[in-house]
């Protein structure tokens, strides 16, 4: 069963365009939520990570979008640009444990 | 060298050799994992090791055994693995297991195929 769902698989945005990836989860004791972004040939790094307590939480381009009564929450990528361009992961982990849950992963291609 | 490195990058196996997969972190952390990442699935998290102690396992076939020396360095050891074992195994490593809300610092990965 999977824990976090992720939407969509694929994106195409173009430069300076907003792209916005989607996740949702069901576990009520997820309390932690971190967005990793993978480069071909490399390993998934942080990019940026929210708490349940905040609705909304922002560093530089990107934005965390958090809602906790629907259980979802989204990344905004404002400005995109063609080095944006990655495998954006989001995961969650409960309370007290490092044990992440990724989502399938979305592909997104920034184009000039 | 810093980070998280793991060797080696890329492996080609049979079904009945046993080769092993490295992992080094250079962070001074105390909690290591493993991952599966397996195209269009999610990142599957093999074994979780905290202070050279396995904490987690989650249910993973005993063809894969991992082991963790110190807290600098974790292997995973492969013997007579199937087809459907060929995945990216990711390495990760995080300031301590159980307190939540940690970053993780993940290696580059080993590509693995089994024929």
């Known amino acids: 069963q999977q824990q976090v769902k992720q939407s969509p698989q694929s994106l195409i945005v173009q430069k300076g365009g907003i792209s916005i990836i989607n996740c949702a989860y069901e576990n009520t004791a997820f309390d932690y939520f971190p967005w990793y972004q993978q480069f071909p040939g490399k390993g998934p790094a942080l990019l940026i990570a929210i708490r349940p307590d905040v609705s909304e939480k922002k560093e530089g381009r990107f934005t965390i979008s958090f809602n906790k009564s629907a259980k979802q929450f989204s990344l905004h990528i404002m400005d995109s640009q063609p080095g944006d361009s990655a495998t954006y992961f989001c995961?969650?982990?409960?309370?007290?444990?490092?044990?992440?849950?990724f989502g399938t992963g979305t592909r997104l291609t920034v184009i000039p | 060298e810093t980070g998280v490195t793991q060797t080696p990058r890329h492996l080609v196996m049979g079904m009945t050799n046993k080769k092993s997969l490295k992992c080094e972190q250079h962070l001074g952390h105390n909690a290591m994992y493993w991952y599966k990442q397996s195209a269009k699935k999610p990142l599957e998290l093999m074994f979780v090791y905290s202070l050279e102690e396995r904490v987690e396992n989650n249910s993973v076939p005993s063809r894969f055994s991992p082991e963790c020396p110190n807290s600098s360095h974790l292997f995973l050891h492969l013997h007579t693995l199937q087809p459907e074992d060929s995945a990216l195994y990711l390495c990760a490593s995080s300031h301590s297991a159980g307190t939540g809300g940690e970053t993780q610092y993940f290696g580059p990965g080993t590509r693995l195929l089994v024929l």
């Open positions: 995961a969650a982990s409960p309370t007290g444990a490092n044990n992440l849950f």
